[in-house]
């Protein structure tokens, strides 16, 4: 036995020598995971369900750091280890400060009011006739500080301006949070935001004081000026590319853009910063050119970098600086100054970097959709192209102009491809569809919009600055009208998009680990990425959409019907409300009203269903109205039923065979989704101690009207 300590040590030493050769290996890219370990911290947090845990992360991260030191400082193994451990646990505690840093009240329920407020901002919606603004409530100190109100166009009297203050009666309610496991939850966003309510206003709004009309800000004015220009839902996305705005854009077109792989055209990001970059560095060469005295005395690409990052800088603040842009923004600048001091410009340490910045002052957007797709894409990009393989295949040589524009054309193919192989697992996990062709429609889009609509929206603006764009913005209104009909035509073509129930959070998690180790590593040990993305693809594709959704106020609920649709409890639902639960169902098309399915029985005011799964037969009853239902006849349906579901609060003696989910069991679990041939019940709380979850709540005041 005496010998074990040694063999044992020596097994130690050996694992760890081959870490060391490993590292060595890849020293080049061991910085690249600096970003990942900080994200990972800030994800821990989010995902971990209180401040226990997340003083758990804290103390593991603290524990991985001090074993890094324990090996020898000279070695990268521990260097790497010990700066990974500090990373998580500055990603876990810079998120929570964060949310603790932005606590604000949230209304406590429904109310409607009547107060003042000052008008913190303005957001024009023209494709839904809303303009919604941020109001600041004046001298109410029972409604909380910060409010989001949607009001009708027509309702809204002029003089509306930044700095404004309104009278108006408006319906409150507090911050959404997710309708159903995996839908979106603004309750979050809003916390982040510091929005504590959110509500529809109501006419008559009197303006108590005008806001100075300077105030408006050179984004709305722009906005207003180019969809006065351009009709329809073209207007709103040639405003979309100078300001990002994206209210005048219709639903029908927005989600044609989304089915077709192009709404990344709608979100300004490195394709039109880079377009506004590089405009601005040419025309700023060929002026500085037109004098020798000049051009022989000055460096002019630094000049012209310098005017390329201060456009840049402009840009990201009238877009309104969003995610997306500010990390494009980020990245232009890197490029800039590494081209300033002759280094390579575009490599995946310059996107590191951008995300590492961006996560130190914005942790919250690592779990929204916009971080993830844009540091997404742009990274499957840089690794594509810095594989020797690939720029041996692509590198421009001595051809045939058709083998050179065939080459061409396969790199952007190729680009397009991986690019929606990466963004595939995001867009399923956050939205629960994705689209397939995207690829083949970025071929004609990014061109179509890079070298024709964007100069061209740049030549129309500066003419009218002398009264001469209107040609200039007939020629932009057809460019996006063949934009558009690329998207419509695309969207509209069968099996474009692939539909799946909500993915399990650990399916999300492998494929997202996988992707991140081929992208970033360089030695073969970068094939061992595919076994956990194969995994979790597989976990996600296996997992079986619900057989009953229902929606955390109780009053919506589907079930599951045998051609692989769903069915809707109530048949005047919104669209919204139908849009949440056929992505919750991975369902893509029509919900059917469930009173119009074989074997149900519904009246005005309840329906009884049944559906055959796990070897038996499940009975589900559901209130459908705000009427009473005779106590005697509700009690007995939930006798004889598995599941009852109702808005209201049932009576302790409506006891079903196996779960009741009415108002006092939702506001504790909120939405449900079930599957019925394994039990299994998935709910959006899952009694986790975020801010937004136990927030401060604030009471209206008794003489305002609750509901």
């Known amino acids: ?58 103390f593991a991260g603290l524990a991985v750091a001090l074993a890094g030191l324990v090996l020898p400082w000279g070695t990268r193994t521990g260097r790497a280890i010990t700066v990974a451990g500090l990373l998580v646990m500055l990603g876990c505690a810079l998120i929570w400060w964060r949310a603790e840093r932005v606590a604000g009240p949230v209304l406590a329920r429904p109310v409607v009011a009547a107060f003042e407020a000052r008008v913190e901002r303005v957001e024009p919606l023209p494709a839904r006739e809303l303009v919604r603004l941020t ?61 504590g309510a959110t509500g529809r206003g109501f006419a008559p709004i009197r303006l108590v004081a005008p806001g100075d009309p300077g105030n408006a800000g050179l984004r709305s004015t722009l906005t207003r000026h180019i969809v006065a220009r351009v009709d329809g839902s073209a207007g709103g996305i040639a405003a979309a ?113 951008g995300a590492l910045l961006v996560l130190l002052v914005l942790p919250e957007s690592l779990e ?124 509209a073509a069968p099996g474009s998009v692939a539909a799946l129930p909500a993915m399990p959070d650990g399916a999300f998690a492998l494929m997202v680990g996988g992707g991140l180790w081929i992208a970033l590593w360089r030695t073969a040990m970068r094939r061992w990425g595919m076994a956990p993305l194969a995994i979790g693809a597989v976990w996600a594709l296996a997992t079986p959409a619900p057989d009953l959704l229902v929606t955390g106020d109780g009053r919506h609920m589907a079930l599951a019907t045998p051609d692989g649709g769903m069915a809707i409890l109530r ?35 309840l329906c009884i269903a049944g559906r055959q799964a796990g070897g038996r037969r499940w009975t589900i009853v559901a209130t459908r109205s705000g009427y009473a239902v005779p106590w005697g006849e509700l009690v007995a349906a939930c006798r004889m039923a598995d599941i009852v579901v109702s808005d209201r609060r049932l009576p302790a003696a409506c006891t079903p065979r196996w779960l009741k989910l009415d108002r006092a069991t939702l506001a504790r679990t909120g939405g449900v989704a079930i599957a019925l041939a394994s039990g299994r019940v998935t709910t959006v709380r899952r009694g986790g101690r975020h801010p937004w979850e136990r927030p401060e709540q604030i009471a209206p005041p008794r003489l305002l009207k609750s509901h």
Request: charged letters at 15%.
């Open 135 to 195: 109001l600041r409530p004046h001298g109410v100190a029972s409604l909380p500080p910060v409010m989001r109100v949607n009001v009708a166009e027509r309702d809204l009297p002029s003089g509306v301006a930044l700095g404004a203050r309104l009278a108006l009666r408006a319906r409150l309610m507090p911050p959404p949070s997710a309708a159903l496991p995996g839908a979106y939850d603004f309750a979050r966003t809003a916390w982040f935001q510091g929005i």
């Open 241 to 353: 590319f100078v300001t990002g705005d994206r209210g005048a854009i219709a639903e029908a077109d927005a989600e044609a853009m989304r089915r077709s792989g192009l709404a990344h055209l709608l979100s300004i990001s490195g394709l039109h910063v880079t377009a506004v970059v590089v405009g601005t560095m040419t025309l700023v060469l060929k002026l500085l050119a037109l004098f020798p005295p000049l051009a022989l005395r000055m460096r002019l690409p630094v000049v012209a970098a310098g005017a390329g990052a201060i456009a840049a800088v402009a840009y990201t603040w009238l877009s309104g600086a969003d995610v997306p842009t500010v990390r494009s923004c980020i990245a232009a600048l890197l490029v800039l100054a590494a081209l300033s001091i002759g280094r390579e410009a575009i490599t995946l340490r310059m996107i590191a970097t």
């Open 368 to 491: 929204g959709p916009s971080f993830q797709l844009s540091f997404a894409a742009v990274t499957a990009i840089v690794a594509l192209h810095e594989q020797p393989r690939v720029q041996r295949w692509f590198l421009k040589r001595d051809e045939a102009q058709w083998r050179r524009f065939g080459r061409a054309l396969a790199s952007l193919l190729l680009t397009g491809l991986v690019v929606e192989a990466a963004l595939l697992p995001i867009g399923l996990y956050h939205f629960h569809e994705a689209g397939l062709y995207g690829a083949l429609a970025n071929i004609v889009a990014i061109p179509l919009t890079t070298f024709v609509t964007m100069p061209l929206e740049a030549l129309a603006l500066a003419l009218d600055l002398v009264g001469l764009g209107a040609p200039a913005w007939w020629a932009v209104e057809r460019s996006l009208a063949l934009l558009l009909w690329i998207a419509r035509t695309v969207a």
């Open 1 to 58: 036995m005496a010998p074990l300590p040694l063999q044992t040590a020596g097994i130690g030493v050996r694992f760890l020598a081959a870490l060391e050769r490993v590292a060595e290996a890849e020293r080049g890219q061991l910085p690249l995971w600096m970003p990942v370990a900080l994200g990972l911290g800030i994800a821990a947090w989010f995902v971990l369900p209180g401040p226990a845990a997340w003083g758990a992360v804290l």
């Open 571 to 605: 048949d005047r639902a919104g669209d919204y409300v139908r849009s949440t639960i056929g992505e919750g169902g991975g369902v893509e098309g029509e919900l059917s009203p469930l009173s119009e399915q074989p074997g149900v029985k519904c009246s005005a005011d």
